[in-house]
């Protein structure tokens, strides 16, 4: 059997534990993206206590994000910087009053750049919260030069470039370490929602960044406002019960691995503005109100005319453009439903059935990221398919090895 | 072996089809609130002749919401009303113009009772849409008495209830048959959306409901606004590349049986509101930049103090309260990761582990829904469940039928 192409990928966690659910499902299925060595203890963020000590640690490390694009030491590496360095664009600590006192003196005209906590990395040893908690604090910094900090945020753009370092250009999901990856989706996940999210969809007043960016509130005053009304909003339906709205958002998405009802080809498409030759599974938003298998079925009859009949899920894999959750699976097709029919839907060009050996080729010589050339094998014309990275090669190759069927296919 | 409550669940999907997926993974498990027989055409929901047509059609069917309760026949059956009943509160046709136009004549002043197209009821012969699409149109319409439409919505409710109908009170995931229970889902999520968001987080001004209530937009201009500025609003990010932020949300959760090391225990918790002796799964949203499997040991170890290894999905429930779509996962707990600590986070006020038999036994006498009694079996003290239609009891269930070891507990 040829090598398939082998990324540094995510090791599932406790891949050492004979357990009965390893001995029963096998090997846990780990995605690019996941498989953060941080630990996020969550339940500490409201705790301005907690998050001053970290921020203040010798040994707490800060990434730097300018519009959304992270710092980067080299395509394959973060750069890592130190309290010092964003300093003078975050001041001393935005975290030094308690939490509620913040918000009883929110003043809407005030730019408060955005810092996400990420977690502890607890292999490293120095800072310790209480006993139990331990390990190197991370933060992510958005340092984009504007508002009142433009000033300040420029200086550093320019002290961090002067050291060799730059903001990335574009996706990286290609080049970080899985590691490295992980941690970088959690921070652009968090720093984009923060960053389209500075009103309140129920009442369209802004909102404050609490919980070292994990939460956003509605306050129920506003500095900033008249002092008619004593800076008083009206009433928001945020404020009273339980309510989602301010918290992160996470688009579920399923994406399929379609098989024939033989059990022997594979159903891919592609969208117009992909290079030619490429292809890939489908994939499309959960609607509201369905179970992942009601959506696989759902959009592979929309796009592509096919219906399925047993749905099964693979893995997941969180994606940060924006604010995806992928989660993977395997479709067969009833016998009477695999005529492919594009006239539901028009978003994909063409969607075909692929043979195993077609597929199983193209994973050994003709992937790749968008935008990039192929491997040194492939041949102009052969079908390209994306990397290792994306969960889609991942079901892709689950499939000609096995996994749906338990025996790899031809 | 004792017998488990069995409530009306939804089918599996093509249970018929002996497919290669269904042989290797056994029967497709579907929970409560899936199972929809509407096929919902959402790339017709832009096309306001289908819109029109499907409205206007003698066989169309109509939900009504007021304050997001649905109309009921009894507890157990939706009313099911016609056009010329919601005519006099949404008017004859909200779709006669291309949505395009609705868009370019925005006026923020005017009140829009909210409509959703739920989908066609393909069993059901008449309505027949460019040759393909056929079967009965399912809309659901907020019928709030409010605003604009005060007067005449309360006149349709004063109506319904002269015909013995009513609106119902809390929650009635109890009642309802499987399908309809599906269908008043998709309709009640997408209401609460819709209401919950009526601004545009990422500018602050008001949106409107577009595709027949699965997608709002921010118009670029608003006739209500003053003419000094001919009606514009200022730019929005939404209108530009791609956003997530006008499409409606929904929040993957995770539930998930925690079994011990050895198999032999299942760790349960409770939070303070329950009613006395009530347990259940531990759950809780995941956060971006996880995987399910990441997010079901964070929260495992956040809530409970225990350290998981292997996690596996089960199945996956939509849960319209709001906007959850739960994730359903057993995990197993490592040897030395067993010892029950509440003090990381302050949400449960009590976890411990059951042994197979005590949950088998609860499964059988002491399930019920929240407030509600339990069997006639139930001994006070006894340990209490959640009930069948809740996946909570389909994952204990699982566990305790050898979902994770392949053969039963005990």
Known sequence: MPQLPQPELPEPAHPTVDSMLSRKFGKEIANYFSGSPLNRVSFLRPDHAFLTAALHHPSTTFLLFNKLEPLLKSPSELAQKKFEDVKPVIGNNPFERPEEDTIAQYNSSLYLPQIIFLGLDERKEGFVYKEHYKGQPWFAVDVTPTESVKEEAEKLVEKVKSEGLDFSKGRMHLSLPAQEAAIYAEARHLLDWNARNPFCASCGYKTLSVNAGFKRTCPPKDIAQSVANAGERPPCATR????????????????????????????????????????????????????????????????????????????????????????????????????????????????????AEEIREALRVGTSGLGEAAGPEYKEGGLRLPPATAIANQLMSAVVNGFASGTPMI
Request: proline share 8%; net charge negative.
């Open 240 to 355: 009273t019960g339980i309510s989602n709205l301010c918290f992160p958002r996470t688009d579920p998405t399923v994406i399929m691995a379609v098989v024939s009802a033989d059990g022997k080809k594979m159903l891919l498409g592609r969208q117009k503005r992909w290079p030619p030759h490429w292809y890939s599974t489908l994939a499309g938003f959960l609607e509201p109100a369905e179970s992942v298998e009601e959506a696989v079925r759902r959009e592979v009859w929309e796009e592509s005319g096919i219906h399925l009949g047993r749905v099964v899920i693979h893995s997941t894999q969180p994606w940060p453009y924006p604010a995806n959750l992928m989660i993977g699976a395997i479709g067969q097709a009833i016998p009477e439903g695999e005529t492919v029919h594009l006239g539901h839907d028009a978003e994909l060009e063409d969607a075909k059935w692929f043979t």
